[in-house]
Structure formats: C-alpha cells, structure tokens
C-alpha cells in the first residue's frame, strides 16, 4: 500500500519499488511507474496501484481418482503482473486517493483465476489415474499438466499475469483410506521387525551355547590342572619327607659320629690327664722321700695353713712354744723375770 500524507489541501503518495503507479489526472496518464512519488490533488485524480514482485498463492482442493476415491491436494503457484497496464485495465487496482486503500480486491480475483485452472487440471489428470498410481506418480504428473495448463491459459497473458513456478505439495487420501494403505506395508514392516528379533535371538542363543561350551570347558581344563597340581604337590610332600629323612639321618650320623669323636677325645684326654697326674704325684712323692721329716712336717703346717679360716692374733703358752721349738731342733727361749 502506498504512503499517501496530506499538504494544504493537496495529497503526496510515495510508492515501494515493487508497487506500480498509474496516476490519471482528468482522464489523462499523469504518472506511470514503479517507486514513484509525486503530488496530486484528490478530486482530480484516478489512482491505481499494481503489485509487480512475485507473490506466493497456495491452495487445496479434493479430487477424484478413476476408482472414486477423495484425495486432497495441496500445491502453490508463484506468480507476478508482468503487465501492469493490462492488468490495470482487465481488474480494479484502483486505491482511494485518500487512504491508498485498494477499493476492490483485485488478488483474490487473481487466486480465484489461478487456483479455478490449476484444479481443472488437477481434476482432469486424477480421473484418469487410480489411486495407488496418484498416490506414486501422481505429484510429478499434476505438477507438469497444472504448469502446462497455466501456460496455455489464454486468459493470465490477458491479465497482464505471467506464472513463474508451479508446486504440488502432496497428493493424500482420506484418513481411513490412508491407514488402510499403510496396513499391508506396515505388516511387512513388522514381519521383517519379528524376523530380525528372532534371528537376534537365534544368535543370541547360539552365543550363549558357546559360551556356555567355553566355561564347562574352561571348567574341566581347571579341573584337570587342579587334579595335576593336587598331584604335584603329592609328589613335590613326599619328595621333601624323604629329603628331609634322608637329611636327619645324615645329620644324625654326622652327629653320632662327632660324639664318637668326642667321647674319643675326651678319653684320650682322661688318659693324658691321668698319666700326667700320675708323673706329677711319682714325681712329688719321689721329691718328698728325699726330704727329711722336719722339712715334711713343715711343709704339712703350711698347706695346713693355707686351708685354715685367717687368725688374726694367736697365744701360745711357753710350755706349748717350748714343745715345738724342740722338735724343730730349735733352743727355747729364755724366760724373763
């Protein structure tokens, strides 16, 4: 819509670059393009605006198939007024000179033309397709016969209306209809879900057996390796018993012959020591003989001596002093008035 303010009386309109203008002034074209912006007095001027960028039209209309069955179709045409003047003059774009509103409307007349041809065609492709093949093929073939038709409609280069692309969305069925299609490819879909289930379970199961193989296997090799090394350490028992055995006897012979020895030594030493003793009594009693009795008697009061508990002080009577003196051979002393 374009931007129309108001001066003194007088009205300014200033138009987007993709609205064409058509400004009568009297009867007579004042103004003619696209993005103008110019002054005009509102009693005197006709206006009319003509959108020239492309626009989107989507639509949905039922069809029929050849074996009568309701399908909804949805599409979009992308369309532009390639002709402005002409399409100015077959449909009213005319704007109020005041408010720059369209008076009439002009594009839905435009959709109605459209959408009318498209489904003639539609329509007319359907017929003579059953549904199943609608349904496969039928979005490419209606989107060529609608593009084809548009094409030749004599009435869009009349308009001044040039049909740049034609888009078919989807083609669908009732909703019943729909899921009764979708059943026999859903149960295929599920046959081949039950198959891959039991096929992974087979192998599954076929895993487990192995497995189940693997461990009593691993079982009785651990078992045959127990049994030889229960009989192993048998072996290995009754090995260390007789080297221990053996080991005591040689150490017992060892030990009885290191008494033997001993006992042998010891002997010999008794008899060394004996005969040594024996010299050394032969040999004292031989020195002994020789000597006198006194010197005997002496030597007797001495080892005496030794042997007796220590006398610190001792008495002797002169009579006692007197008897010893004498049987040493020695004069008593004289006595002291």
Not at 228 to 249: F, K, M, S
Request: charged fraction near 30%; hydrophobic fraction near 45%; avoid cysteine.
């Amino acid at each position: 819509m374009a931007d129309i303010t108001r001066r003194f009386g007088w009205r300014h309109l200033r138009s987007a670059p993709t609205a064409h203008i058509r400004h009568h002034k009297r009867g007579v074209l004042a103004h003619d393009g696209a993005g103008l912006s110019f002054w005009y007095r509102s009693l005197s001027a006709a206006l009319s605006e003509v959108p020239v960028n492309d626009r989107e039209l989507a639509m949905a209309f039922h069809a029929r198939t050849a074996d009568f069955q309701d399908v909804t179709v949805q599409a979009t045409v992308t369309y532009r007024i390639s002709d402005p003047a002409e399409a100015a003059a077959r449909l009213d774009f005319s704007v109020d000179p005041d408010s720059g509103v369209w008076r009439g409307a002009p594009l839905e007349q435009i959709a109605t033309l459209l959408t009318e041809t498209a489904q003639q065609h539609t329509l007319d492709v359907l017929a003579r397709t059953p549904l199943a093949g609608a349904l496969v093929d039928g979005v490419a073939a209606v989107r060529e016969r609608v593009a084809a038709g548009l094409a030749d409609e004599p009435r869009l280069p009349a308009t001044g209306i040039e049909v740049v692309a034609v888009r078919v969305v989807a083609i669908r069925p009732e909703a019943e209809v729909e899921r009764a299609l979708r059943t026999p490819a859903r149960e295929q879909i599920q046959q081949e879900a039950d198959r891959a289930t039991y096929e992974r379970r087979a192998v599954a199961v076929e895993r487990e057996r192995t497995i189940a193989e693997n461990e009593l296997a691993s079982q009785i090799e651990l078992a045959r390796r127990e049994e030889q090394l229960v009989e192993q350490r048998g072996t290995n028992t009754r090995r260390e018993a007789e080297e221990n055995a053996a080991a005591d006897g040689v150490r017992a012979e060892a030990e009885a012959a290191r008494k033997v020895r001993l006992a042998r030594a010891e002997a010999e030493a008794a008899r060394e020591v004996g005969a040594a003793r024996a010299e050394s009594q032969a040999a004292w009693l031989q020195v002994h003989g020789d000597v006198e009795a006194a010197t005997l008697h002496a030597l007797a009061a001495t080892r005496l001596a030794e042997n007796l508990p220590r006398i610190d002080s001792l008495t002797l009577s002169p009579d006692i002093l007197t008897g010893l003196l004498t049987k040493l051979g020695r004069p008593a002393p004289e006595s002291r008035a």
